[in-house]
């Protein structure tokens, strides 16, 4: 199953990042590179989550995520663990170097965010 990554304190890299001369651009696409390999590392360890699940993790200079743990139960043992342990494989290369060593909170959702509009 497909994990949604979300940023929980995008706001507040964006800013520490561009106080320490990252742009907002740099610190979105490793975001977005770093939701590409989520998804793509959660599918191949199998982890299906039942619901909603936020880990923190640290960004390393060289793009590994370290020290994941659970600060927020998906409802699943299992899931949880399986999650966290993926996470502790996670590379994303291209970290952009304000962000390292940075703790950040990842939201992983069990399906895409859809909006649905009424007619």
């Given at each position: 199953?497909?994990?949604?990554?979300l940023m929980l304190s995008a706001a507040a890299l964006l800013a520490g990042a561009t106080a320490a001369n990252a742009g907002p651009a740099e610190v979105?696409?490793?975001?977005?590179?770093?939701?590409?390999?989520?998804?793509?590392?959660?599918?191949?360890?199998?982890?299906?989550?039942?619901?909603?699940?936020?880990?923190?993790?640290?960004?390393?200079?060289?793009?590994?995520?370290?020290?994941?743990?659970?600060?927020?139960?998906?409802?699943?043992?299992?899931?949880?663990?399986?999650?966290?342990?993926?996470?502790?494989?996670?590379?994303?290369?291209?970290?952009?170097?304000?962000?390292?060593?940075?703790?950040?909170?990842?939201?992983?959702?069990?399906?895409?965010?859809?909006?649905?509009?009424?007619?």
């Amino acid at each position: 199953m497909k994990a949604q990554l979300l940023m929980l304190s995008a706001a507040a890299l964006l800013a520490g990042a561009t106080a320490a001369n990252a742009g907002p651009a740099e610190v979105r696409l490793y975001l977005d590179q770093a939701k590409a390999h989520a998804d793509a590392q959660l599918a191949a360890a199998g982890v299906s989550l039942p619901g909603d699940l936020a880990v923190t993790v640290t960004v390393g200079g060289d793009g590994r995520l370290s020290g994941a743990r659970v600060s927020h139960t998906s409802g699943s043992l299992e899931a949880d663990q399986g999650a966290a342990a993926a996470l502790r494989r996670l590379y994303v290369p291209d970290a952009p170097a304000e962000l390292a060593g940075r703790k950040v909170t990842l939201t992983l959702s069990p399906a895409p965010i859809r909006q649905a509009k009424a007619p």
